[in-house]
T-cell receptor, first 114, second 115 residues
């Protein structure tokens, strides 16, 4: 099956700075890459996603980039705020016999200091 | 719409006890999933159901059973709980068909401790 690696595991930034989280995947057939945000005591919530026919997608302060050749994708958060503090997960979709499944990275704990 | 709901929110069991975690979704989704989340391990798939009446094993199915009761409900059962099953359990659902609807929506989780 797919293998997703996520770095860093922890990230601390000052309010207003940018944060970047990177993920790599192993299966070149994967074509859907969501990012989830998990606040303390809650379930993961989708914040942005990208498909393999697109190189970049933005939604206000959040952007995701995808490099299919290198099999990596990244989450960029600009002008960080304390409420961005959470655990972020990347994921890649399964294909073929694992169609409909998502494979998750191990998560990044982002802390934004005021 | 409540989305995906899970009960109970918290549970403490003794080794060897059994229990069932309940999950329901009101989005008319076909696919449902059970994950466990452990520190530093991300989300690992236990079982999933692509449609009513079908279930398949994920990465970590040992010690668990599932039932897709109907389109709305997907339960996870621990027959004889072990301390290694102490975890946070999440249910998720996804509408069909892929690839246009790969997005999974998660419930709030059940925090289970096995003593």
């Amino acid at each position: 099956g797919e293998n997703v690696e996520q770095h860093p595991s922890t990230l601390s930034v000052q309010e207003g700075d940018s944060a970047v989280i990177k993920c790599t995947y192993s299966d070149s057939a994967s074509n859907y890459f969501p990012w989830y945000k998990q606040e303390l005591g809650k379930g993961p919530q989708l914040i942005i996603d990208i498909r393999s026919n697109v190189g970049e997608k933005k939604d206000q302060r959040i952007a995701v980039t995808l490099n299919k050749t290198a099999k990596h994708f990244s989450l960029h958060i600009t002008e960080t705020q304390p409420e961005d503090s959470a655990v972020y997960f990347c994921a890649a979709s399964g294909r073929g016999s694992t169609l409909g499944r998502l494979y998750f990275g191990r998560g990044t704990q982002l802390t934004v200091w005021p | 719409n409540a989305g995906v709901t899970q009960t109970p929110k918290f549970q403490v069991l003794k080794t060897g006890q059994s229990m069932t975690l309940q999950c329901a979704q009101d989005m008319n989704h076909n696919s449902m999933y059970w994950y466990r989340q452990d520190p530093g391990m991300g989300l690992r798939l236990i079982y999933y159901s692509a449609s009513e009446g079908t279930t398949d094993k994920g990465e970590v199915p040992n010690g668990y059973n599932v039932s897709r009761l109907n389109k709305r409900e997907f339960s996870l059962r621990l027959e004889s709980a072990a301390p290694s099953q102490t975890s946070v359990y999440f249910c998720a659902s996804r509408s069909d068909p892929p690839p246009s609807t790969d997005t999974q929506y998660f419930g709030p989780g059940t925090r289970l401790t096995v003593l």
